[in-house]
C-alpha cells in the first residue's frame, strides 16, 4: 500500500513513511523499539550527535538501549538512564557517551559535561532531551524524536541519515496498518 500523509511523506511498502528529510515508523513493543536501535546503530558515524527529543516515557532510553547494543559498546541491560549521573560512557574501542539533559538548567552546567571533548574524541554522543543542546555543539547530527502512541506502540521520527530505509530496517518492526 502505498499513500500520502497530511504532511505530505509517502507511505512505502514495509510501513513507513518516508520524505528527504524522516524516516517515519512504529514500533509495537520495547522489544521492536530496541531492535530498531540495533538496525539504526549501523547507520551512525563516530563523532556523530544523535539528538533524542520526546515526553518522558516515550521510549529514548529504551532506543538507547538497542542503539549503544549494536554498537557493540554494551550489553542493553547495561545501559541505564543517567537521569541523575547526567553522562554514562560505553565502549573501550568505539566509545559512546549517554547524556541525559532533563535536569540541566544552565548553560553552566551543561557546559561542565564535556560533550563538545566526546564528539572531538570520535566518541558518538546519544543525548536525551536534545532540545536543551540547541546550538551548542558542531557535529553531523541525526536527530530522532519519539512519540508516546499507547502503553506498547512508539513512532520513531529519525532525520539526518543519508541512507534510504527500503530495506534498512526488518519488516517485523513496521506493519502497514499503523499508517492507515
Not at 35 to 53: D, N, S, W
Not at 63 to 85: C, D, H, I, Q, Y
Not at 106 to 135: M, N, P, Y
Request: some cysteine; hydrophobic content about 35%.
Amino acid at each position: 500500500m502505498n499513500g500520502t500523509n497530511s504532511e505530505g511523506n509517502t507511505l512505502k511498502e514495509g510501513g513507513f513513511y518516508t520524505n528527504p528529510n524522516a524516516i517515519v515508523i512504529v514500533t509495537h513493543s520495547p522489544e521492536e523499539t530496541m531492535e530498531f536501535g540495533h538496525h539504526l546503530a549501523r547507520q551512525i558515524p563516530a563523532g556523530c550527535v544523535v539528538r533524542l527529543e520526546g515526553e518522558l516515557g516515550s521510549g529514548k532510553t529504551t532506543l538507547t538501549k538497542g542503539m549503544v547494543a549494536g554498537l557493540g559498546a554494551a550489553r542493553e541491560e547495561e545501559v541505564t538512564s543517567p537521569s541523575f549521573t547526567l553522562v554514562h560512557e560505553y565502549g573501550a574501542e568505539r566509545k559512546v557517551r549517554h547524556a541525559d539533559l532533563y535536569r540541566v538548567e544552565t548553560s553552566r552546567e551543561l557546559s561542565t559535561l564535556g560533550l563538545e571533548d566526546a564528539i572531538d574524541q570520535g566518541a558518538i554522543l546519544i543525548v536525551e532531551w536534545a532540545e536543551k543542546l540547541e546550538g551548542r555543539i558542531a557535529a553531523r547530527e541525526i536527530r530522532i524524536k519519539m512519540e508516546w502512541i499507547d502503553d506498547s506502540k512508539r513512532r520513531i521520527i529519525v532525520e539526518g541519515l543519508n541512507v534510504s530505509p527500503e530495506g534498512l530496517f526488518p519488516q517485523s518492526i513496521v506493519r502497514d496498518e499503523d499508517f492507515r
